[in-house]
Every structure is written in C-alpha cells, then in structure tokens.
C-alpha cells in the first residue's frame, strides 16, 4: 500500500489484517489493538491530533461496509471477508485454493478442519481436552504423537456473523462435526443449543 496516497479506512483496514494475521486471532479488542499500534497510526498522519478517535471512526465505516462484525459493546471487533489468513493452513496451494472455491459453509468447515493450532483453535483445546463435547460420545483415536484426535467447531458458524470467541467455539470428533454442519435442520439446531449450553456454563 503506497502509504502517501492511502485514505485513513485503507490504512486501518490493512493494519487490522496484519495485526489478525500475526496474532493468528480474527477476533481482537479495540483497546489491544491501538495499544499495539499506536505508533504506527500516530506517524501515518502526524499532523492528526486525536489518533484514537480516528482509529475508531474507520472501525466503525469498516464495520458499516460489512468488513468486520462489531462482536459487543465492549470494544471487541472481528475481521470479515478473508477466508483464510497467513498461518492458518499448511502452505499447501492446491488445499488453499480448493477451499476458497468451495461455498460459504463447506469453505468453513474445511478451514476448521485443516486449521493448525494457532489462536483461538489452540484455547479451545486447551479449555475443553481433545474428547467430543457431544454427550456419550466416546468417538476418538490417537495420532502418532499420542494425543487425541479432536476438530475445533464454530457453534454459530462465522458466515452467520459468528465469533472467533471461545464461547463459540466447540472441540468435536469428526463425526459429529460433519453432523454440525451438515445434518438435517433440526438435528443441527440441537447440536448448536446443546453445544452453546456447554460453552457457556464452561465459561461463566
């Protein structure tokens, strides 16, 4: 980006990727964000006396323009419209491009499935084990390294404005995350409460 000729929304829209991308996190607070970067913004435009205003101001025409998702009132942004992010998948092109040609819930549930563990997809592990959170499930093996096989699921998927946030987030064998995604109506939905049920009470 010729940093020159940049509007103000160019300029924050490109610091926000980046900031996503090394954190590995779409999700991010507002706060943390201009703390991190301040510097950066403030030299942008020096003349600019109220950098953080500004910041704000360009968070909100970006989240008008349906490139981010305000998450709550507290500050906290997600990043919108880029599938995958540097860090997210194996630099596998074929597996790249092959996910961004598939439709919106089957370029999620790849994505999920292929995802190292980076960000929230390492919490979610760490918080709910590598066992399905489906109850009675017992659905699980061992890889190599002797750690259980588990898949981190978006329990309101991100293309219906779901958060990259752990309570949305589930740890489920693959079955069952076939199942949340692909499953008849109201199979999915019950999967869904059930698993927004489990979520919060884990994180109250």
Known sequence: MNIENATWKDFVLELVVDYCTKRTMRTFHYKDFLKDNLTTIEAFRPANRNAPA???QQLQFLRNEG?????????TYTLRGRDILEGELPNENALIEHIKSAPPDKREYLVETYVRDVGWAKLAKEKYGH???????????????????IEVHHIVPLHKNGEDAIWNLSVLCAHHHKMAHYADNRTRLLIQSELLRIAESACE
Do not use: P
């Not at 490139?67 to 500050?75: A, C, S």
């Open 54 to 56: 500004k910041v704000r």
């Open 67 to 75: 490139r981010l998702t305000f998450v709550d009132n507290r500050g």
């Open 131 to 149: 066992n399905c959170m489906m109850d009675g499930c017992g659905n699980t093996f061992r890889k190599n390294d002797g750690s259980r096989y």
